[in-house]
């Protein structure tokens, strides 16, 4: 669950070791320049190339790459040797420092003084809200030369009186290589989720004054239980299961009962197809709230997406980054029974009705995990671009359907009042383009005025995945569902094993063709 203010970053520093220099976004080292193709090689139209022409890029650039990998091994140089350490010496550690601070003038200049003593260069520092009242979150990221390096920092900053709890979480060696230095960190592996279980924006057990259920002690007391059990999952565990009271099972059915009379005539295809199989396999029932547990098992046989539950608000980055995992972050508690068709932010009708139906469809969870990808180490302004188009594809878009117009976005799909609105001709529709969609303002507390309108679910991927081509990062991400990790495809070898591994499925698929085709 992302927050819908959430699409910034606070701050970012960068320096020198001993100095910190503020920028809006860190500089990129420059990507390598491996020639893709030799002289009067082919090279594909990315948008207009057949298979057939792919297929002939592949079988004159692969033997390329093996070439020059072999001229570089004659040289004396290995693929991707600028990223090596010199002999003697270890990979840099990116190391993440996550600590609580009392808030007070001056309190942050007391703890980067003490990091300088240590002659630390940070590539990331960032604020949240504390869940404690009167402290500040404090995250910060540098690239450890060693294991007593980070402890130096660590035993420097527990001198400070300001200083509240220390949290270190390092990645793996190679998780960001050196050349990489000022790309924001990002999950390699599904378990780097977990990092994100305590790094909530705002908890869902905090309400603010105009909330609903503010004044409700019952109703606090159980959003902050139901937060609990979620803060303590981790990758692998099973999905708690939550025992839903009566008064929550009636707001759900409320909610739901509006809902059905609308998803007939204004919800998209795929939603209707979808959610008698979620009647049958998991529970949607008016007097059932479905498990996380069960919806997640069903998803994942579908299009191979999951649901971790979460504790509130998540930042955009954080929320995105999972995407490309195909997981999905998701809350378990209710909104407050006196207004039913009414929450200030998302809740389990908001998750498991708008959001989840749409995750079985293979072509919208491969756009969902293409802008996932895309955030993986985007700059700030990138990251909020995406997000941008996240709301208004996957929370408030529309798509044509048979020459008609029809909700496929979450925030429209479990709000009754807005499902109405969206298609009663009172709102302006634009056809879905990214480059447009990415700077376009809009609304979080009002009914959107304008909504864009989709072609399709893969015509969405496509497009995005060419606008995001543009990014600045000095790498392309890929998401190896074998691994559940992320891959960096930023050397010869790597651009080697991956082209081979397409050149075989490219195989496969003539071979499949030609067999279709004898039987026609």
Not at 65 to 84: T, V
Not at 118 to 134: A, D, F, H, W, Y
Not at 373 to 402: H, M, P, Q
Not at 474 to 499: H, M
Request: charged share 20%; aromatic share 10%.
């Amino acid at each position: 669950m992302m927050h819908p203010t959430a699409m910034r970053r606070l701050l970012v520093v960068r320096g020198s070791p001993g100095s910190l220099h503020f920028t809006t976004r860190p500089p990129f080292a420059a990507a390598l320049s491996t020639p893709p193709c030799a002289p009067g090689a082919l090279r594909p139209n990315r948008s207009k190339a057949s298979l057939v022409d792919k297929s002939l890029w592949l079988s004159h650039t692969l033997p390329t790459l093996r070439q020059q990998r072999h001229l570089s091994a004659a040289a004396g140089f290995a693929p991707g040797a600028s990223s090596q350490p010199a002999p003697g010496t270890s990979s840099p550690v990116l190391t993440t420092f996550m600590f609580s601070i009392t808030d007070r003038v001056g309190a942050l200049d007391e703890v980067l003084a003490l990091i300088r003593e240590q002659n630390v260069s940070l590539t990331r520092i960032e604020s949240r809200p504390s869940r404690t009242k009167g402290n500040y979150d404090i995250y910060i990221d540098f690239n450890a030369r060693s294991a007593a390096e980070v402890e130096c920092v660590k035993s420097s900053l527990m001198k400070s009186p300001v200083i509240n709890a220390i949290n270190v979480t390092t990645g793996d060696s190679d998780a960001m290589e050196p050349h990489y230095h000022g790309v924001p960190w990002f999950p390699r592996k599904i378990a780097d989720l977990d990092t994100f279980a305590d790094k909530v924006m705002s908890y869902g057990a905090e309400l603010d004054a105009d909330h609903p259920g503010f004044l409700d002690p019952q109703y606090r007391a159980r959003r902050a239980e139901i937060t609990e059990i979620a803060k303590t999952y981790r990758h692998g565990m099973q999905l708690p299961r939550i025992e839903y009271t009566k008064q929550e099972i009636e707001t759900w059915g409320a909610v739901l009962g509006k809902l059905e009379t609308l998803y007939a005539t204004h919800a998209c295809r795929e939603h209707r197809y979808v959610f008698p199989l979620l009647t049958e396999n998991c529970g949607y029932r008016r007097d059932n709230i479905p498990q996380l547990e069960d919806v997640s098992r069903f998803i994942k046989d579908c299009t191979g997406f999951t649901i971790r539950p979460v504790m509130g608000l998540l930042s955009s980055r954080d929320f995105l980054n999972a995407l490309a995992f195909r997981v999905f972050h998701s809350t378990q508690y209710m909104r407050h029974h006196s207004m039913p068709f009414y929450t200030p932010e998302p809740d389990v009708c908001h998750e498991l009705l708008g959001h989840v139906p749409l995750y079985s469809d293979p072509d919208f969870a491969d756009f969902s995990q293409e802008i996932g990808l895309a955030s993986l180490g985007a700059s700030d302004a990138e990251l909020k671009r995406l997000a941008t188009i996240y709301w208004f594809t996957v929370e408030f878009g529309l798509c044509r359907e048979n020459g008609a117009v029809k909700a496929y976005g979450a925030g429209l799909l479990s709000s009754f009042g807005e499902l109405e609105h969206c298609l009663s001709g009172e709102a302006k529709y634009a056809p879905f383009e990214p480059a447009v969609t990415a700077v376009t303002d809009y609304p979080i507390t009002t009914y959107q005025p304008l909504y864009f309108v989709a072609e399709s679910f893969s015509d969405m991927k496509e497009k995005v995945r060419d606008y995001t081509q543009s990014f600045e990062r000095p790498f392309t991400a890929r998401y190896n569902a074998l691994t559940q990790s992320i891959e960096l495809l930023d050397t010869t070898d790597k651009l080697l094993r991956f082209g081979n591994s397409i050149k075989s499925d490219f195989s496969k698929l003539f071979a499949a063709m030609e067999k279709v085709l004898a039987r026609t």
